[in-house]
């Protein structure tokens, strides 16, 4: 009786580092979502990436304190929040919140006052 031959197995992945060997193929190579997804999921998945998470309505936003902006003693705008001012200056919201806080002088080029605070009343320049 001959003996049953059985190749040794031979692993595709460094069992320390977890790295593909040389001259193995990974599982997945040349494969497309067609390939794993039917259809009518893809479709949902792009969909709801297209829509995006919205927030809470009844949370976003509510916590949002007016910001003022403020160049070379001139008024430049008044704004409903930092990402609100972030959105139509292009300037980090991030930066704009250091300002009005008193950690950062300038943000932009612009000086940054939360509204309620007033003390930004006697920079500005009457004419």
């Known amino acids: 009786m001959n003996e049953l031959y059985i190749p040794p197995q031979r692993l595709n992945r460094n069992p320390i580092n977890g790295r593909f060997l040389k001259g193995s193929i990974p599982h997945n190579k040349g494969k497309k979502w067609d390939d794993y997804i039917p259809s009518h999921k893809r479709e ?11 927030g ?12 003022v902006a403020i160049k070379s003693g001139r008024l430049q705008g008044v704004f409903q929040s930092s990402n609100d001012a ?7 919201a991030r930066n704009i ?3 009005c806080s008193g950690k950062r002088k300038h943000a932009g080029g612009y000086q940054w006052f939360w509204e309620s605070d007033n003390s930004w009343c006697e920079l500005i320049i009457n004419e």
């Not at 809470?56 to 910001?67: E, F, L, Q, R, T």
């Not at 972030?86 to 980090?92: D, N």
């Open 86 to 92: 972030e959105r139509k200056t292009g300037i980090c």
């Open 56 to 67: 809470n309505p009844n949370i976003a936003g509510c916590n949002a304190k007016k910001v």
């Open 44 to 54: 949902n998945m792009i969909k709801g990436l297209a829509l995006g998470r919205t």
């Open 97 to 99: 919140r250091n300002c």
